[in-house]
C-alpha cells in the first residue's frame, strides 16, 4: 500500500501521517540547490524523457528533424555518431589529449570515444561550472599543434582520392556486365589536379625565400597561424600574437615580421623539433639530486615540461656535473624561483636555446633591445650575397652551421685527397676499404661540378668558388667550396667595416649613411644580380611569329649580336635599347592593288608585311649574357618521326645496357658476400618468399629476384653480412632510380619536346647578369638592427 508518492515534499501533514503509523525510516532527499551536482539535478528537472527509448528518440528528434521510423535506428544514430569507427575518428592527437586531459589510460589505437570518456566529460564540465577546475588557456603551446606539410598532403590525398572513389563508382553504374579493366575505371588526373592544386595555389605553399643561405634556411624553419583551417590577420587578436612563456626555447621570442603579421608567423627555436603529434618539444638535461646528466638529451613538450623545475643554462656546474651553489634560479610554468639544487629536475642545453637561428648569429644579444633585435635579425635575411664576401670578426659560433644547413655548398662525403681543381669541378679521391667498395655502386675517384652563376628566386646569384688546393688532404664534411654569402665555412652576409660615430656636415642626419669612396672603388660591397628575359612565339591568325635575326628597318649595328634564331651570342655585353631576342610578326594590311599584287609577283615578297616585335633590354640594364635558352615543340612531319624512332630505339638500347650492366655488377657483390651461405628466407615487399629458408645462395637463384620489390632484410641472420646486404640494396635503388629518371627524361624530350603553354611554339630565354655597385640610396645596416640609407 503506497502511502505518500516518491517526490513529495513533507510538509506537517505528511509528517504526522508518517509518524502515527508504523515506518522504521524515511528516504529524505535534502534539496541541495548550491550543491556541486546542482547542475545535473535542474538538467534532469528540465528534461522530459524518462527512459532510454524516450531520451534516443528525443536525441533523433533534435538532429534529424522528424520523428524516428523504429527504435533501433534512434539508438543507433548515437552510435554512429561517436562509437563507430567508420564514422567517427578522434585522431591520435584527440585520444592523446583526452586521456592526458582526463586522465585515462586508453591506448592511442583506441580513435572514437567510449562511455567513460563521456562520464570523465561530464564530471570536468561540472567541475568547471564549480570552479574546481581550470579554463585551458588557449595560447598555451599544449594546445596548439603544427600541422606539418606531410600532414596537409595527406589530408589533400584523402580529397583527391574521396574524388576518385566517386568517378570509379559513377562508371561502373555506367557499364553494365560488360568486360572493363581498372584501367578505363581509374583517372588519375583527379589525383594530380588536387595535388598540384595544392603546390600551385594554397596560401602556406610559397616561393622559397633564396636571398642567401639564411633567408633560405630559415623560411625552412617557418611556422604560421596564418593559411586554411588557421587565423586572418584581422581577426588575429593581441593575445595570440603575444609571447607566451610555454614558447621558450620552442618558438622563437625575436623573429617575426613588423606590421601585420606579427606575433602570427614565428620561427623554430634552434634546438626544437615537431614530434609526431605535431607538438614543439625542446631538449633538457635531466638532473638527479643536484647532479646533472651529460650524456643524454629529454625533448619535453609544453604539456610535459609545465610542472617541471628547470635551471638555466648558464648555471655553474662542479667538473662532477653538479651545481657549483645550493640555490639554483630556476624556472616553473611561468614563474622564476630560487630552489635548491635537490628540486631542480632539469636544466636547460644552451643559452641560445630560447631564439631561432637568425637571433643567434647576432653577437652579444643580451644587450640588445628586443625591437632592434626583431629588426636586425630580419635585416640579415636580406642581406645581397657579394663578390667577396668576408667572414665576421666576431660571431657567435653558430655560423658554420648555419653554412653547413643550409646546403648550399658542396660538402666531402668521406676522407680524401684532392686530385684536381679548376674554376668548374673538384676531383676527390675518396679513401675507401675494401668493405666500402663491396656495397658502392661509386668510383673512389668523386667528380664534383660547381654551381657556377645560377639565378636565385630573388634573382640574386649562386656561384659557388674552390676552397681547397691539389694535394690538400680532406676531411669527411669539410666545405670543398665557397662563394654565395659562405667564406671558410662560415656564413658570410657582409664585410668588416670601420664605422665612426660623428656629424658628418649634416649629410647623415638621423639614419643617413656617409661612405667612404673606397668603399666603392674596392667593390666591397659590389654584388651580382642575374635577371631572366623571355619572349614567346606564337600563332597568330596572320601566320605564325618568327624568331629571326632579319628584322626590317633595323640597322646592321643592331643585330650584329643575334645568332640565327634571332637569340643574343653569350658574353655580349649589352645596354638598355639593346636588342635581345629578334623577332617578326605577321601583319594584317588592307587588299593591295593590281599594280602591287603585279610587282610582288615580280619580285617576291616584300619586306613590309612584318612588323618588329623583338625583346629590347629595358630601362637601367648594363650588364653581360651569360645563358640563353630555346624551348619548342617536336615537329612531326615524315622524316621528324622516322629520326624520333630512330632516336627512341637507340634511348633503349642504351639504358637496356645500362640497367644490365648495373644488375651484373650487383649479383657479383652479392655472390661475393653470400658465398653459398644458407638462407633464412628472403620475401618480396609483399610478404612472398622468393627464396626458401634453408636454401643455399648461388648465381641462379639470385639472378630471379626483382631487386625493386625486395625486403633487404633479414637474408641471413648474421648481421656481418645482412648489414652489408642492405646497404648494397639500398645504393643499387638509388643508382637504378638515377638511370630510370634519365631514359625517362630523355624520351619525353624526343617524343614531346619541351612542355610549354597553349598556343606557345617556341619560348627563347636570355639571362643577363649585372653588376651592382653600392650606391645612393642602397640600404645598409647591421645586426644589431642598426640600419640606415646611403
Known amino acids: 500500500e503506497i502511502v505518500l508518492e516518491r517526490d513529495t515534499i513533507l510538509d506537517e501533514e505528511a509528517i504526522e501521517m508518517v509518524s502515527e503509523m508504523d515506518v522504521k525510516s524515511v528516504f529524505i532527499q535534502k534539496e541541495d540547490v548550491g550543491g556541486d551536482y546542482a547542475i545535473i539535478y535542474n538538467t534532469l528537472n528540465k528534461d522530459t524523457s524518462n527512459s532510454e527509448l ?25 552510435d554512429k555518431l561517436f562509437f563507430s569507427d567508420k564514422r567517427y ?89 560488360e568486360v572493363f579493366t581498372p584501367v578505363d575505371l581509374i583517372n588519375a588526373r583527379t589525383l594530380s589536379s588536387v ?32 593559411g586554411p583551417g588557421g587565423l586572418s590577420r584581422e581577426r588575429a587578436g593581441f593575445e595570440v600574437r603575444d609571447v607566451h612563456y610555454s614558447h621558450y626555447g620552442r618558438l622563437c621570442t625575436i623573429e617575426t615580421p613588423e606590421g601585420p ?42 604539456e610535459e615540461e609545465d610542472i617541471a623545475k628547470i635551471a638555466q643554462a648558464s648555471a655553474p656546474l662542479t667538473e662532477k656535473g653538479e651545481f657549483a651553489e645550493d640555490k639554483v634560479s630556476s624556472r616553473q610554468t611561468g614563474d622564476f624561483p630560487i630552489l635548491d639544487k635537490t628540486e631542480v629536475e632539469f636544466m636547460d642545453v644552451a643559452p641560445n636555446q630560447i631564439v631561432g ?13 628586443a625591437n632592434r633585435a626583431l629588426m ?12 667577396r664576401p668576408q667572414q665576421p670578426i666576431v660571431g657567435t659560433g653558430l655560423e658554420a652551421k648555419a653554412a653547413r644547413d643550409s646546403r648550399v655548398q658542396i660538402l666531402a662525403e668521406g676522407d680524401g685527397v684532392i686530385e684536381y681543381v679548376d674554376g668548374k669541378e673538384i676531383h676527390i679521391r675518396y679513401d675507401r676499404t675494401e668493405a666500402d667498395r663491396l656495397v658502392s655502386f661509386e668510383d673512389d675517384l668523386r667528380v664534383y661540378n660547381m654551381t657556377k652563376f645560377i639565378k636565385t628566386n630573388q634573382e640574386t646569384c649562386i656561384n659557388h668558388k674552390p676552397a681547397v688546393k691539389k694535394g690538400q688532404r680532406m676531411k669527411k664534411g669539410d666545405f670543398l667550396t665557397e662563394g654565395y654569402a659562405v667564406q671558410n665555412g662560415e656564413v658570410a652576409l657582409g664585410r668588416n667595416l670601420q664605422v665612426a660615430f660623428m656629424p658628418w656636415k649634416g649629410y647623415n642626419f638621423e639614419d643617413a649613411i656617409v661612405i667612404n669612396e673606397k668603399v666603392v672603388r674596392e667593390d666591397l660591397f659590389t654584388s651580382v644580380h642575374i635577371s631572366e628575359y623571355e619572349l614567346e612565339v606564337r600563332d597568330t591568325k596572320l601566320g605564325e611569329e618568327e624568331l629571326t635575326p632579319d628584322i626590317p628597318n633595323v640597322s646592321e649595328e643592331a643585330t650584329k649580336d643575334l645568332d640565327e634564331n634571332g637569340i643574343i651570342r653569350m658574353g655580349a655585353a649589352i645596354k638598355e635599347g639593346d636588342i635581345l631576342i629578334g623577332k617578326i610578326t605577321p601583319k594584317g594590311e588592307s587588299d593591295p592593288t593590281p599594280e602591287e599584287k603585279l610587282l610582288r609577283a615580280i619580285f617576291g615578297d616584300k619586306a613590309g608585311d612584318a612588323k618588329d616585335a623583338s625583346l ?22 615524315k622524316n621528324a618521326k622516322i629520326r624520333e624512332k630512330a632516336s627512341l630505339e637507340k634511348l633503349e638500347k642504351v639504358h637496356e645496357k645500362n640497367t644490365t650492366d648495373l644488375k651484373d655488377l650487383l649479383l657479383s657483390k652479392l655472390q661475393t ?52 646486404i642492405n646497404t648494397l640494396l639500398h645504393n643499387y635503388n638509388i643508382k637504378y632510380n638515377e638511370e630510370l629518371g634519365r631514359y625517362k627524361r630523355e624520351k619525353f624530350n624526343i617524343s614531346i619536346g619541351d612542355e610549354l603553354p597553349a598556343g606557345v611554339l617556341k619560348l627563347a630565354k636570355v639571362y643577363i647578369a649585372v653588376k651592382r655597385k653600392l650606391k645612393v640610396g642602397d640600404k645598409m645596416a647591421g645586426r644589431h638592427g642598426n640600419k640606415g640609407i646611403v
Not at 533534435?62 to 521510423?69: E, K, S, T, V, W
Not at 636454401?695 to 633479414?714: E, H, R, S, V
Open 376 to 387: 636586425g635579425s630580419n635585416m640579415q635575411r636580406q642581406a645581397v650575397p657579394l663578390i
Open 89 to 177: 575518428d578522434l585522431g591520435e592527437v584527440g585520444r592523446y589529449k583526452i586521456n592526458r586531459k582526463l586522465n585515462l589510460n586508453y591506448p592511442i589505437e583506441q580513435k572514437t570515444l567510449t562511455k567513460e570518456d563521456i562520464i570523465e566529460i561530464i564530471k570536468y564540465l561540472v567541475r568547471l561550472t564549480n570552479g574546481k577546475a581550470e579554463i585551458d588557456d588557449i595560447d598555451h603551446l599544449s594546445n596548439r599543434r603544427v600541422r606539418t606539410v606531410g600532414e596537409q598532403l595527406y589530408a589533400q590525398f584523402g580529397v583527391g582520392l574521396a574524388r576518385m572513389a566517386r568517378t570509379i563508382r559513377e562508371r561502373m553504374n555506367v557499364r553494365d556486365n
Open 357 to 369: 637561428l637568425s637571433a643567434s648569429l647576432i653577437p652579444f644579444l643580451e644587450h640588445d633591445d
Open 261 to 302: 603579421n606579427i606575433g602570427l608567423i614565428s620561427t623554430l627555436c634552434v634546438h626544437a623539433k615537431i614530434n609526431e603529434m605535431g607538438f614543439i618539444e625542446t631538449p633538457y638535461r635531466k638532473v638527479d639530486n643536484g647532479k646533472v646528466e651529460m650524456k643524454k638529451l629529454t625533448f619535453l613538450s609544453a
Open 616 to 637: 629590347k633590354a629595358p630601362n637601367g640594364v648594363e650588364g653581360v649574357v651569360i645563358g640563353k635558352k630555346l624551348f619548342q615543340r617536336a615537329k612531326k612531319d
Open 673 to 724: 658476400l653470400l658465398k653459398d651461405k644458407p638462407s633464412l628466407g628472403v620475401a618480396n615487399n609483399f610478404g612472398e618468399m622468393q627464396i626458401g629458408k634453408g636454401a643455399k645462395f648461388n648465381a641462379k637463384n639470385l639472378a630471379t629476384l626483382d631487386y625493386q620489390n625486395i625486403n633487404p632484410l633479414g637474408w641471413t641472420g648474421d648481421s656481418s653480412i645482412d648489414d652489408p
Open 54 to 78: 524516450e531520451a534516443v528518440q528525443h536525441i533523433y528528434r533534435q538532429l534529424r528533424g522528424a520523428d524516428a521510423p523504429d527504435n533501433e535506428t534512434a539508438r543507433g544514430i548515437i
Open 195 to 226: 595535388i598540384n592544386s595544392f603546390f600551385g595555389t594554397s596560401q602556406l605553399s610559397q616561393f622559397l625565400d633564396q636571398t642567401n643561405p639564411l633567408s633560405e634556411i630559415t623560411h625552412k624553419r617557418r611556422i604560421s597561424a596564418l
